[in-house]
């Protein structure tokens, strides 16, 4: 994809967490100003089609097995077998020596484009922000009017990037579904977001929309060693319903080839198994997989498949309660949107 840059100098991008390619294809009539823009088609997301990998890969251009952000929480080694939740993150783990890839916003803000990342005010010093999004500044912004005001006057200024987020179709889904009523009101909202930028932004920005993911809604759930032989051998489960990092004991891990093909036998269609080498030669985490990275990958993968979720026991009701998921590799997970206009 070749474009040039803005003539203006302002670009703004909007993040809306969870609007998968679907979502644009199956209640486009709900999202009439973003369906009027130019659309470049469906964009894949990386693996896991999560939240903080996904974003770690937009805002440093490298994939997961360079910047280290494997899922939604991976076990951290050598730490006695604690469990980093990317979202809420640890303030034992150092965020940079965590993900040390320098960002795009760093490398922008050294060029002398002025960057700045809208978003809840309570995002703002999070681990996880620190890690993923160094380089802008951050602009708290909690309600429509303050979300649009904050864009609008980091576009002042020329050459500006302004990054804009909102995770409203994302809680929406995980907590009553895809589809559902509150769902749909999401993507009305979010809809109504994009038509207030197009309307203040400065004339001349070029604006974007994309997404981190889709979802899709849970039919079968599977509770890891209840009832079945997935625990055996496991010491710590992380990742997330639709992708699975499996940590195994000390003394068992010469046997991530065994677990693996036990998994697959209980499991069959409904998920993939791979250990963490077989991951990694299928380069679902990108060419470059690091030392570190190798260390943070479970040593068996599980990915489910159809309407599966894999649910952690000592998570089960949380878990279970959550209709929407992602992570996986279905189309429906993996493929994002991407539309462009310029503002007049």
Request: include cysteine; glycine fraction near 8%.
């Amino acid at each position: 994809m070749d474009i040039a840059p803005s003539p203006t100098g302002r670009e703004c991008l909007f993040l809306i967490d969870g609007l998968g390619a679907s979502a644009i294809k199956d209640y486009g009539d709900l999202l009439p100003n973003i369906s009027a823009m130019l659309s470049y088609g469906s964009l894949q997301t990386s693996f896991p089609s999560t939240t903080a990998t996904a974003l770690t890969t937009l805002t440093t251009g490298q994939l997961p097995g360079a910047h280290g952000m494997l899922g939604y929480t991976v076990r951290v080694p050598r730490s006695g077998g604690r469990i980093l939740n990317a979202l809420k993150w640890d303030e034992r783990v150092d965020p940079l020596m965590w993900q040390p890839v320098p960002t795009l916003f760093e490398i922008a803000q050294s060029s002398g484009v002025t960057v700045s990342h809208i978003a809840a005010k309570r995002y703002e010093n999070s681990g996880f922000t620190r890690a993923a999004f160094r380089g802008a500044e951050y602009k708290g912004a909690n309600i429509l009017s303050e979300l649009v005001n904050e864009a609008k006057k980091a576009l002042t200024s020329s050459p500006s990037f302004a990054y804009v987020y909102v995770n409203d179709v994302d809680v929406a889904g995980h907590s009553d579904g895809v589809g559902s009523e509150k769902w749909l009101a999401a993507l009305t909202f979010v809809d109504s977001v994009a038509e207030s930028l197009i309307a203040k932004l400065p004339k001349g920005t070029r604006f974007w929309i994309t997404a981190d993911h889709g979802m899709i809604n849970a039919e079968e759930k599977i509770v890891i060693g209840e009832n079945n032989p997935l625990l055996d051998s496991v010491e710590t489960v992380a990742g997330e319903p639709r992708a699975r990092h499996l940590y195994l004991l000390a003394d068992q891990a010469d046997r991530a080839d065994e677990v693996a093909r036990s998994w697959r036998d209980f499991l069959g269609e409904r998920a993939d198994i791979y250990t963490r080498q077989e991951v990694i030669d299928a380069g679902y985490f990108g060419e470059v997989v690091t030392e570190d990275s190798r260390d943070r990958i479970g040593d068996v993968l599980a990915i489910a498949r159809g309407n599966t979720v894999l649910i952690e026991a000592e998570r089960k009701e949380q878990e279970s309660n959550m209709v929407g998921h992602h992570g996986g590799l279905s189309d429906t997970e993996k493929l994002i949107p991407l539309f462009s206009c310029e503002v007049n």
